[in-house]
């Protein structure tokens, strides 16, 4: 079975605890039985593993999620990286052609499209069986998975079945609608459209050929930038006239808000944080500074690094009118995470960008150089190895380094490195980096 999860998303409807590079389906908020905590994308990996072990997944994603894919999945897991934002069309076929090109899949097979992120439960990952042996009937050119509603929501797009059985053929899509008009719908039979649906390989390549010209993966990657912004929906679904929707009634919550997202965390609290005589009130603290929330009730508190946010949950559907796409303060990398301390522009141009830096033990940042800014490494705690300019020295906690712009440089952690990094120059900024070689199978 060949699966390609879409993760996408700016991250602004759970700002701050979200961004355009942790968007929520990497949030770990969810309890699992041995006390610990996974994300969303984990949970629903391990679901897909777990139903079956031989499923292929690829995840479709922006190259700026790459790291914290892997981070969070490990090295094993396909990714197919779009080189740039062009909506859900491009994207999925950009995904096909690699699936078909790359990993040599016949274009007879069939693959199931599942956005990253809803709150499930296994009842829904055994529909895709239902959905694969759907495709391979051939009844139908695209197989939907359509969502018994639970209320009248204007947050969804409508699927309008020709029957009530449980396959039916499809006969037309509504946009989100008012709350009454959804009810309407409702009527009718109508169910949720959740984003998940299934062809044979070869009838996206076909449609891709018509419309972008190509179903060349090599050709799609690289005329990327240059494809229409388009999706899925309008290119393909609305105007496909053979398409089945298979009902699921069981457990589907879109996380989208901060109202939706406390509806699942396992814990009411979480980080450096009290509540007292709270009622139905969640808070995250990121931060080190404490946080006390006493006698409120039906709100979502969050203080990270992006942030603070105290909310209603009944209005935090709102947040994304107000959150502007301001840089990331916190990432997660493969190599450890970052967290921005400070950010100051000057008059000179000078201007100086102050982060931590946590390095795991065994891992390293790539050997590198920028044209634009120098570095000063302070290391505040661990061990490793400095290579500078291809010399090779140990550093521990207590150690200064000053790495002149144009010097090559890499940090490989012995033990959890702790480095507080301080950037000056005119540009300081992700591009201003040249990646280089180095064989760190040496270390």
């Given at each position: 079975?060949n699966i390609?999860?879409?993760s996408?998303?700016s991250?602004k409807r759970?700002?701050p605890?979200?961004?355009e590079?942790r968007?929520?389906q990497?949030l770990?908020?969810f309890?699992t039985?041995?006390?610990s905590h996974?994300s969303?994308?984990q949970?629903?990996?391990?679901?897909?593993r777990?139903l079956d072990e031989?499923v292929?997944?690829?995840?479709?994603?922006?190259?700026?999620q790459?790291?914290?894919?892997?981070?969070q999945l490990?090295?094993?897991?396909g990714i197919?990286?779009?080189?740039?934002?062009?909506?859900t069309?491009?994207?999925?076929a950009l995904?096909s052609?690699?699936?078909?090109d790359v990993?040599?899949?016949?274009?007879?097979?069939p693959?199931?499209?599942c956005p990253?992120d809803?709150?499930v439960?296994?009842d829904?990952?055994?529909?895709?069986?239902?959905?694969?042996a759907q495709?391979e009937k051939?009844?139908a050119?695209?197989v939907l998975m359509?969502?018994?509603?639970?209320?009248?929501s204007?947050?969804y797009?409508y699927?309008?079945?020709a029957?009530?059985?449980?396959?039916s053929?499809?006969?037309?899509?509504k946009?989100k609608p008012d709350?009454?008009?959804?009810e309407?719908y409702?009527q009718?039979?109508?169910l949720?459209?959740?984003?998940?649906?299934?062809?044979k390989?070869?009838?996206v390549?076909e449609?891709a050929?018509?419309?972008l010209?190509?179903?060349?993966y090599?050709?799609l990657?690289?005329?990327?930038?240059?494809?229409?912004?388009?999706?899925?929906?309008?290119?393909?679904?609305?105007?496909?006239?053979?398409i089945?929707?298979?009902?699921f009634?069981?457990e589907?919550k879109d996380l989208?808000?901060w109202n939706?997202?406390t509806?699942?965390?396992?814990?009411?609290?979480s980080?450096?944080?009290l509540?007292?005589?709270?009622?139905?009130?969640?808070v995250?603290?990121?931060?080190q500074i404490?946080?006390?929330?006493?006698g409120?009730k039906?709100?979502?508190i969050?203080?990270?690094?992006?942030?603070l946010l105290?909310?209603?949950k009944?209005?935090?559907d709102?947040?994304?009118?107000y959150?502007?796409?301001?840089r990331p303060m916190y990432?997660?990398?493969v190599w450890g995470e970052?967290?921005?301390?400070?950010y100051?522009?000057?008059?000179d141009?000078?201007?100086?960008?102050?982060?931590?830096l946590i390095i795991?033990?065994?891992q390293h940042?790539s050997?590198q150089r920028h044209?634009?800014?120098s570095?000063?490494w302070?290391?505040?705690d661990?061990?490793?190895k400095?290579i500078?300019?291809?010399?090779?020295?140990e550093?521990?906690?207590?150690d200064?380094?000053?790495?002149?712009?144009?010097?090559?440089?890499a940090i490989?952690?012995?033990?959890e490195?702790?480095?507080i990094?301080?950037?000056?120059?005119?540009?300081?900024?992700?591009d201003?980096?040249?990646?280089?070689?180095w064989n760190w199978q040496?270390?």
């Open positions: 079975m390609i999860l879409l996408g998303g991250g759970l700002w605890l979200s961004n590079v968007s929520k990497f770990k908020i309890k039985d041995d006390g996974e969303m994308v949970r629903i990996f391990r679901m897909l777990k031989n292929s997944i690829m995840v479709a994603t922006s190259e700026s790459i790291a914290s894919i892997r981070a490990g090295e094993s897991v197919s990286v779009e080189p740039s934002r062009r909506d069309f491009p994207a999925i995904a052609a690699y699936l078909h990993k040599q899949v016949s274009g007879d097979e693959v199931i499209i990253v809803p709150y439960d296994e829904y990952f055994r529909m895709f069986s239902k959905l694969y495709v051939a009844e050119n695209l359509g969502i018994e509603p639970t209320y009248a204007e947050k797009g699927i309008i079945p029957s009530q059985n449980p396959v053929y499809v006969n037309s899509f946009e709350p009454l008009t959804a309407k409702i009718l039979g109508a949720w459209n959740a984003g998940v649906f299934a062809y390989l070869k009838y390549l449609i050929e018509n419309i010209g190509t179903s060349s090599q050709k990657f690289d005329s990327y930038n240059h494809l229409p912004k388009i999706s899925f929906d309008y290119a393909v679904v609305e105007k496909e006239r053979k089945q929707v298979l009902r009634s069981g589907w989208g808000t939706t997202l509806e699942a965390m396992s814990d009411e609290v980080g450096n944080a509540t007292v005589d709270c009622k139905d009130t969640h995250i603290n990121e931060l404490p946080l006390l929330a006493l409120v039906n709100l979502a969050a203080a990270t690094p992006d942030g105290v909310t209603d009944a209005s935090s709102k947040i994304k009118n959150v502007s796409d301001n990432e997660k990398r970052y967290t921005i301390l400070d100051r522009l000057q008059n141009g000078h201007n100086s960008l102050t982060k931590h795991k033990p065994g940042i050997y044209k634009h800014r570095e000063i302070t290391f505040t661990g061990s490793g400095l500078l300019d291809g010399v090779v020295s550093v521990k906690r207590g200064t380094v000053h790495i002149q712009s144009g010097m090559k440089h490989k952690a012995d033990t490195l702790h480095i990094e301080v950037q000056i120059g005119d540009e300081l900024t992700e201003d980096i040249e990646r280089l070689d040496e270390f």
